[in-house]
């Protein structure tokens, strides 16, 4: 009995290890090589996983082929051949245990990727133009999305982060968080061409070009030499923070010294007895740029008097401040919190307050784009018995226009550090087959804009090299028109930009979707996302697909001048017109180098351009500004690119 009871033990302990190692011998698969994934038409693709077994076997149903690899070191690879578009299809990897994948496709696979105009999704913060019924109609089983995490990283990866468990079916459950622009982009190919498309979609709001580039790539133009040593030691990166913690408090001590709401250091308009009935009033919450203040970057304080009964209990307030402020209670310092997108939590304690009339005193500086208090519509000061509402109209002043600062301190921290997100978000996926690239980012590099003229080309080169295909589609966006229109011509960051964009055509097998034609004014993300996704569509079915098919509008080629004009020629010129009315947009200069907006017509294809107050001409420029309002177009109803005529030192210039 005891000799037939250890028998059986070890025949259950026998197949339980066998059990064991069955399941520990389960293939192992990166997180984009799934069920419901797009593989690369008519490629050799390249398949690879892990296992602890000697060998793995893989069985494509589209051809009934096996492929077996030698597993090394834990890992395998094989290279499957793909036919012509179609599916759904299996595959089966058998390392002694099976695994297939489900409802897999043979398609294009587009990397969609940049800051948060391609990160922009249909719902969630973005909640485009008619998302609702974009969301409720997008029913295409043939597009399949997959949706990178935001990770960031010292050094290059071999696992992408994604969510959802990798693939999924487009669908109004799938759609509504994911990139709106790819969405369009994939909806319009596969409505033309009936091509499975699957979207990698993997970008960053507020990330810099620099930070999707590789390191190596970086290192050959030296413009970000000590911020790559400083990631790879820490005795480089903490002597790079304490020289910038060093740089940043020289800097704010001189913002103080230029800011007039401080007198010799301390702070003289969040006084209570300080008289501010010569200061204007505007409505919060709201963004100052939209509120006569243009697109100005600076300070600008705010006040508000408010009564209270009971004094008994501490208040609360919260909103949020773009970009940073500090506030003030009856004079009394409460707080100070960096950073345009966090919520400021505010307590005012009870000492401060008085029965009766109490004033709020905000200071917010904004360096770049809107600025302003803003949050929920109705901003109240709270306590446990009282509720006060603050939304409505506070006095305001300007203390200090960055015009007049010094250049604030730049530290690249986190994701914006050179080569990070390269190195998590595009390097683990350098092995995955793709059809080619639409990128939509700019926003962030614009007060260096003139370097972008370098860092664009070596992007896609370097995005070419590492997914070894020199031919690799690169299709992009041109920043929107955005903030306030100027009276008269004058420089323009962002149109520096858009050149430098312009200037990456010269990269073969590029494009270029125009959209300073469907911008806002005061949104940095507008929400007409159909048409950019479709330009950026029409560009592929041209280049891509030989589809005949209006893509540009026109671009500019080249100049000369005719005693008291100056003539232009244009490529994409077929049917070039006015979209309404006469031209607009355009301005010209004499050897002074001062514009004046200027008189256009179209003679014979070509676009004549003269002004009274500049009898001898030397250059044009086109919509030239951060919202510019020109209307130059073709037969295909696209605008035309901004462009300039000079080569003139602009304000970027030499901004690293």
């Avoid at 395998?76 to 897999?104: F, H, S």
């Avoid at 979609?201 to 580039?213: K, N, R």
């Avoid at 080569?419 to 996926?429: F, Q």
């Avoid at 300039?644 to 970027?652: P, Q, V, Y």
Wanted: with cysteine.
């Amino acid at each position: 009995m005891r000799k037939y009871f250890f028998k059986k033990s070890a025949l259950v302990f026998s197949l339980f290890i066998l059990s064991s190692n069955v399941i520990n011998a389960t293939v192992s698969l990166p997180s984009f090589i799934t069920d419901n994934m797009v593989l690369q038409q008519k490629s050799t693709v390249p398949f690879w996983g892990e296992s602890d077994k000697k060998s793995v076997s893989i069985t494509t149903s589209w051809d009934k082929k096996t492929y077996k690899a030698n597993v090394i070191n834990g890992k395998w690879n094989v290279v499957l051949k793909t036919p012509v578009y179609g599916g759904p299809y299996t595959i089966a990897i058998n390392d002694g245990d099976l695994k297939t994948l489900q409802n897999v496709l043979i398609g294009d696979v587009w990397l969609c990727s940049g800051q948060s105009n391609m990160e922009m999704p249909l719902e969630g913060w973005g909640k485009i133009d008619n998302y609702k019924e974009e969301i409720a109609n997008a029913d295409y089983p043939q597009i399949r999305l997959l949706q990178a995490e935001h990770i960031e990283s010292t050094l290059p990866l071999n696992t992408l982060k994604v969510q959802h468990d990798g693939w999924n079916v487009c669908s109004p459950k799938t759609i509504a968080d994911f990139s709106a622009t790819a969405y369009f982009f994939a909806r319009k190919i596969y409505k033309e061409k009936k091509i499975p498309i699957g979207l990698i979609h993997s970008s960053w709001g507020g990330t810099l070009i620099e930070a999707w580039t590789s390191s190596g790539a970086l290192s050959t133009i030296h413009d970000f030499d000590v911020q790559i040593e400083a990631m790879k030691s820490e005795t480089n990166a903490a002597a790079l923070l304490q020289k910038y913690n060093a740089d940043m408090g020289d800097w704010e001590m001189k913002v103080r010294g230029a800011d007039e709401g401080f007198e010799t250091g301390k702070v003289i308009w969040a006084a209570p007895n300080f008289d501010d009935t010569s200061w204007k009033t505007m409505k919060v919450p709201s963004f100052f740029d939209s509120n006569g203040l243009g697109n100005f970057d600076g300070v600008v304080w705010f006040r508000k008097k408010v009564n209270i009964s009971d004094t008994g209990k501490d208040f609360t307030l919260n909103y949020f401040a773009d970009d940073d402020d500090i506030i003030w209670f009856n004079g009394n310092y409460i707080g100070e919190t960096r950073g345009y997108n966090v919520e400021r939590h505010y307590t005012i304690p009870a000492k401060y307050l008085k029965k009766g009339e109490n004033l709020i005193t905000i200071r917010v500086f904004d360096g770049a784009g809107n600025g302003g208090i803003y949050g929920d519509e109705n901003i109240t000061l709270k306590s446990d018995k009282e509720t006060i509402s603050l939304t409505g109209d506070w006095k305001y002043v300007i203390g200090v226009d960055s015009k007049d600062l010094p250049g604030k301190p730049y530290l690249a921290q986190g994701q914006n550090r050179p080569s990070a997100i390269y190195n998590a978000m595009i390097a683990p996926l350098l092995d995955y087959k793709i059809k080619g690239v639409i990128w939509y980012q700019g926003e962030s590099n614009a007060e260096r804009a003139h370097q972008y003229q370098k860092l664009m080309p070596l992007l896609i080169n370097d995005w070419r090299d590492k997914f070894k295909d020199k031919n690799l589609p690169f299709f992009f966006v041109q920043l929107a028109n955005y903030k306030q229109q100027k009276e008269q011509p004058g420089d323009s960051d962002w149109a520096e930009l858009r050149e430098a964009q312009f200037m990456a055509l010269k990269v073969p097998n590029t494009g270029m979707a125009v959209t300073t034609d469907i911008g806002n004014v005061e949104d940095i993300h507008p929400k007409n996302k159909q048409d950019v996704g479709a330009r950026l569509a029409n560009i592929a079915l041209a280049k891509v697909y030989n589809t005949k098919i209006d893509y540009s509008g026109p671009l500019y080629k080249s100049y000369k001048i005719v005693h008291n004009s100056i003539i232009l020629d244009f490529d994409f010129n077929e049917g070039i017109k006015a979209n309404e009315d006469s031209l607009k947009g355009f301005s010209i200069a004499g050897s002074n180098q001062k514009f004046y907006w200027a008189e256009a017509k179209i003679v014979d294809g070509k676009v004549v351009v003269y002004a009274q107050e500049v009898p001898n001409p030397v250059a044009v420029r086109y919509n030239w500004a951060d919202n510019p309002e020109g209307n130059l177009t073709n037969a295909s109803g696209l605008p035309a690119s901004s462009f300039r005529t000079d080569n003139w030192k602009g304000i970027t210039e030499g901004k690293k």
